[in-house]
């Protein structure tokens, strides 16, 4: 079965501090890709980056980077020197050539305090 | 500017009553989708279509319909038979419903049933 866990409901960082994201995941597929939104609070879900399976390259875009380990089914997400406006919630998701569904995890709400 | 496009932002409910949510997009994608976010929770799909005048039914379909007449729109009707209909409801849409296409999603509609 599909699921995605992020075990982390709240992360509370002062500015300028750095942030780990965790995100593990479950599928019987060999063919998957992972990806991660924000959804500030407007609500709109934004897409920040998407992985497939055979690539297990890290990615760093600016303050964001991501850690893609197959070993221990993990994707996850680090921003670097936060800021008040990488407050959010962080979704992680998995889709997989099964279903083709996106499967959400819970959530990680991120408060940035100045 | 290229997007997706949802309304009424906000929209108020009495119980008995059915409501239809707007959506259209115009990144000239054939996939659409409806999920539907409860606080404190990930995403649920209640709706997808994968091309005009087609559509399935998602994890929590009951109480809600859909068509797909146009490519660029697909409204979703919340019915009477909804048992909690208050949520957030985002749409989405994506190239085509395979997994390695990314889903892009609209700004979302809050329902609250009075």
Sequence with gaps: AQKVTQAQTEISVVEKEDVTLDCVYETRDTTYYLFWYKQPPSGELVFLIRRNSFDEQNEISGRYSWNFQKSTSSFNFTITASQVVDSAVYFCALRDGATNKLIFGTGTLLAVQP | ?114
């Design chain 2, 1 to 114: 500017d290229g997007g997706i496009t949802q309304s009424p932002k906000y929209l108020f409910r009495k119980e008995g009553q059915n409501v239809t949510l707007s959506c259209e997009q115009n990144l000239n994608h054939d996939a659409m989708y409806w999920y539907r976010q409860d606080p404190g929770q990930g995403l649920r799909l209640i709706y997808y279509s994968q091309i005009v005048n087609d559509f399935q039914k998602g994890d929590i379909a009951e109480g809600y319909s859909v068509s797909r007449e146009k490519k660029e729109s697909f409204p979703l009707t919340v019915t009477s038979a909804q048992k909690n209909p208050t949520a957030f409801y985002l749409c989405a849409s994506s190239r085509q419903r395979l997994s390695g296409n990314t889903i892009y999603f609209g700004e979302g509609s809050w329902l609250t049933v009075v």
